[in-house]
């Protein structure tokens, strides 16, 4: 073996050594990690608040459909699917919408054996309208008047919202100080060489925000709602923390004319005839964000007829422009009015006398030819004025022979006097004095003069 082949051989030798121990090493310091990423909601889960219900029931073999109209009521079937008693409605957003012939065919099928889940709210429905939900009344129940809170002092509020704060910063600490109390005494059975507890790791940081999420949406395990259910142990928990309780008016029915009891309740059931009806106070315990808060889910499957299809009626009719416009329109016409009265007192407004501004009008002729020969006059050359004009007059007359008379035959000018009057209109002393006068010693009367050599040069 050539020397040199000898050291390829070395060097390949030491670069595949080399490689090995760079793959160990990355093998050593880098492994593969599985991480859950939280995208939110798809597509189909934003445009159908109840899909979540739709794919549960559905895994239970129950089909459902999700209409967001009521056509179901009106016609008695959707898309040549017919409504059978032995399904179930759910009526979101419903209060209020149903009238007479509605409400009619809706109780007709539910008393021939039909299940129906509907709710005393609807967001659609303000105070636009006072006319009661038909449904509701016929059952004693009716919507809790809304809660309105009393602000009282800036620095109270703040003070309130502070212990709030601070109360929930406390029971963060109390969890954390239990977590690690269990931590603790888990490790102690164990050789403990560092008596710290150790940080929380990266899969416990990640329940406990799954946790305080959980909370977020469902609210928290003491706040909720424990109702019995006939074929339960134990009674179910529901989340009805977002909406008010309806008022329940449980009449005797030894005694109708004893007054009726009062209750506030979130969830009722009743038999009507062949069919049933559950009464609660927010239906949105089954969208998407709170299906699987505590009990809901199982709480919906018990209700509904697991023999038949689930039909979720969602109501999205809102009232119309004209009868919110009717409802606000106090509003509107008092503003109009107070715009009105601001708008009379800013005009009414005066700072002074009043401000004439006088327009100038242009001058006359007669003033431009008095200024003129006031200026001639203190210049000394009005006689050159005039010389001028009465030329030019006679130029005029001699070249359009408007006589026959030569200067000769007529030395005293009567001929022209007498043309030019009948031509002008002025007396024939006005014309002789304009023509020949040569004492002149005031402007105004220069200016008499130039003004009737203008009228006569312009008749010419």
């Known amino acids: 073996m050539t020397p040199a082949i000898k050291r390829l051989s070395i060097v390949i030798t030491a670069a595949l050594i080399l490689i090995a121990m760079l793959v160990y090493w990355f093998m050593k310091q880098f492994h593969w990690v599985d991480e859950e990423i939280d995208r939110g909601f798809s597509k189909a889960a934003l445009q159908n608040d109840f899909l979540a219900v739709k794919l549960f029931l559905q895994k239970q073999g129950v089909p459902v459909s999700v209409v967001k109209n009521q056509q179901l009521l009106e016609k008695g079937h959707w898309r040549n699917i017919p409504l059978t008693p032995k399904d179930t409605i759910i009526l979101v957003n419903g209060y209020k919408t149903l009238d007479e012939e509605g409400y009619q065919r809706l109780k007709d099928w539910v008393q021939s054996g039909g299940t129906l889940i509907a709710s005393s709210q609807n967001p659609f429905v303000g105070s636009h309208t006072k006319e009661n939900d038909l449904l509701l009344d016929d059952f004693g129940i009716e ?109 005797d029915d030894t005694d109708y004319e004893k007054e009726p009891e009062e209750r506030a309740e979130h969830l009722l059931y009743f038999d009507w005839l062949d069919g049933g009806v559950t009464f609660v106070s927010d239906t949105y315990i089954w969208s998407n964000k709170r299906i699987d808060c505590y009990d809901h889910a199982y709480a919906l499957w018990s209700l509904v007829n697991l023999d038949g299809r689930v039909w979720i009626l969602v109501n999205q009719d809102a009232p119309s422009l004209f009868a919110i416009i009717w409802h606000k329109a106090p509003y509107g016409v008092l503003a109009c009015l107070l715009a009105l009265m601001f708008w009379l007192w800013f005009k009414s407004q005066t700072l002074g006398p009043v401000f004439v501004q006088e327009t100038l009008a242009r001058r006359s002729l007669a003033e431009h030819l008095y200024a003129t020969g006031v200026l001639l006059w203190r210049k000394f050359q009005s006689p050159q004025l005039l010389i001028v004009l009465r030329k030019d007059i006679l130029d005029v007359l001699e070249k359009h022979h408007l006589f026959q008379v030569a200067a000769e035959n007529d030395p005293s000018g009567q001929l022209r006097l007498d043309f030019l009057h009948e031509l002008t209109g002025l007396s024939q002393e006005t014309i002789k004095h304009a023509l020949f006068a040569d004492a002149i010693h005031e402007p105004q009367d220069l200016a008499r003069v130039i003004a009737h050599l203008q009228i006569i040069r312009k008749k010419i």
């Open 143 to 251: 919507q809790a008047p809304k809660e309105i809170e009393e602000k009282g002092d800036f620095f109270e509020e703040m003070s309130k919202e502070l212990k709030k704060k601070e109360k929930e910063l406390e029971e963060e600490l109390e969890e954390d100080q239990h977590n690690k109390h269990e931590q603790g005494q888990q490790s102690s059975t164990k050789k403990n060489v560092d008596h710290k507890t150790p940080a929380l790791s990266a899969e416990q940081q990640k329940q406990r925000q799954i946790k305080k999420d959980y909370q977020t949406r469902c609210g928290k395990k003491r706040d909720t709602v424990k109702i019995d259910f006939v074929a339960e142990e134990k009674p179910l928990a529901f989340d009805f923390s977002r909406e008010q309780a309806f008022i329940y008016y449980d009449y």
